[in-house]
């Protein structure tokens, strides 16, 4: 199940509101942890031990702004010492019967380890207290919300019953050319020029720490940007790199 995005003006009160973690998402079978495309994470015997025999969707996480250091330790074929460092964070039950609240009550009645950790939900009162939220999360240095529309159930793919909203606007877009350096990044990376889903071109040249314009994501991967609205001819305006999404 896939997070569409919030619209201003959209009614969502008396949803349910929690933190958008920036973590990996992952989704326990009831025998292997996997990423939300199906490739198997390599997660060191202990950690899977005492999750249920029956679906959980969640988020691997090692903190705000960790998403980079989760990502190298989730990618690790030979698990790390540093997976004692990670929290899977649930937030759903996929294989429960009925809308979400049920869902989460069958969740609360399990005992997990002490690195598995439900989730927090709260209601929302209107658009109002939703904004309130985004701005002290955005203070605190999260990502942004998550809501969920009550007794929703869950399906596959993107739904309008489950929605993010983030301080800024973000996308996706595929690695098509190095682009190289002047002055003093002569050498190395100056900028990637991307491909949306659409097939426009436009060219990401800010964001990236020395070690990525050293080495750079490859060209077929898929990297995110935030972004501040369209420019007239509709490409996103002010793009800055994010990151490579190496989960994809």
Known sequence: ML???????????????????DGIRALWTGSVLQTRHGNRIMAPDWFVAGLPNWPLDGELWSGRGQFARTLS???????????????FLVFDAPAVPGGVELRWAALQQWTFPSHVVLVAQERLAN?????????????????????????????????KDWLKVKPHEEGEAVVVRHLPG??????????????????????????????????????????????????RTGLPRFAVFLREREDL
């Open 3 to 21: 997070a569409s995005s919030w619209e201003a003006g959209q009614v969502v009160s008396g949803w349910w509101v929690s933190e958008k973690y």
């Open 73 to 87: 330790i989730v990618r690790d074929q030979v698990p790390s010492p540093e997976w004692q460092d990670l929290q």
């Open 127 to 159: 658009e109002q207290e939703l904004h309130t939220r985004l701005d002290a999360m955005e203070r605190k240095g999260g990502e942004g919300l998550v809501l969920r529309r009550p007794h929703s159930p869950y399906t596959s793919g993107r739904s």
């Open 182 to 231: 002047k002055g003093q990044h002569t050498g190395r990376l100056g900028s990637l020029e991307v491909q949306l889903p659409d097939g426009r071109r436009f060219r990401l040249g800010t964001g990236f720490s020395n070690a990525e314009r050293e080495d750079p994501p490859p060209v077929g991967s898929t990297v995110e940007f935030r972004y501040s609205g369209l420019t």
